[in-house]
T-cell receptor, first 112, second 113 residues
Framework: KAGVTQTPRYLIKTRGQQVTLSCSPI?????VSWYQQTPGQGLQFLFE???????NKGNFPGRFSGRQFSNSRSEMNVSTLELGDSALYLC???????????FGPGTRLLVL | SQKIEQNSEALNIQEGKTATLTCNYT??????LQWYRQDPGRGPVFLLL?????KEKRKERLKVTFDTTLKQSLFHITASQPADSATYLC????????????FGQGTTLQVKP
């Protein structure tokens, strides 16, 4: 089975812009979670989608949003980018038990 | 709120020795705990999951213990190899039937030949 894929892998944006990141989960997985990883804060949970519905949400401002499509692919959007949004954004998909999370390689976002 | 603590300092050991990493948590009673490995620039990779009713779990050279009284998990790598050098992350489940995980900051392990 192919693993979790994320596009793009690298992205450079300027403050005030918006960005959309994409994630394709492992085939058959219906749960997709998004995490932000920074050196200072570590891995922080953004939100989780299951069957096109947001099931969990972390403590991030409303500028961070996401959605999931009927084929389980997910996108996350960050509007009005700030310098502090520079991070590695990781997507993870879960199987039936949804206990173990399978992570993608991440999208490295740099905000200038 | 839940808090997870891992040794923030890097752990340096000699090849062949056993590496022991610690994960402590507070304000929570997780149904399970997981350990992940992360290499630079890559996503975390699942290693082991241990449930609250399990004391110990093994997988090849890896061993995890879970003490719900002490609120602590220990992660051991026996006969360590330079290829084991990576950052190891402890994660607690963030709620039943959910994919949400709460991660510790991770401990970087360096195995020297």
């Amino acid at each position: 089975k192919a693993g979790v894929t994320q596009t793009p892998r690298y992205l450079i944006k300027t403050r005030g812009q918006q960005v959309t990141l994409s994630c394709s989960p492992i085939s058959g997985h219906r749960s997709v979670s998004w995490y932000q990883q920074t050196p200072g804060q570590g891995l922080q949970f953004l939100f989780e989608y299951f069957s096109e519905t947001q099931r969990n949400k972390g403590n991030f401002p409303g500028r961070f949003s996401g959605r999931q499509f009927s084929n389980s692919r997910s996108e996350m959007n960050v509007s009005t980018l700030e310098l502090g949004d520079s991070a590695l954004y990781l997507c993870a998909s879960g199987g039936l038990a949804e206990e173990t999370q399978y992570f993608g390689p991440g999208t490295r976002l740099l905000v200038l | 709120s839940q808090k997870i603590e891992q040794n923030s300092e890097a752990l340096n050991i000699q090849e062949g020795k056993t590496a022991t990493l610690t994960c402590n948590y507070t304000n929570y009673s997780p149904a399970y705990l997981q350990w992940y490995r992360q290499d630079p620039g890559r996503g975390p990779v699942f290693l082991l999951l241990i449930r609250e009713n399990e004391k110990e779990k093994r997988k090849e050279r890896l061993k995890v213990t879970f003490d719900t009284t002490l609120k602590q998990s220990l992660f051991h790598i026996t006969a360590s190899q330079p290829a084991d050098s990576a950052t190891y992350l402890c994660a607690l489940e963030g709620g039943s039937n959910t994919g949400k995980l709460i991660f510790g900051q991770g401990t970087t392990l360096q195995v020297k030949p």
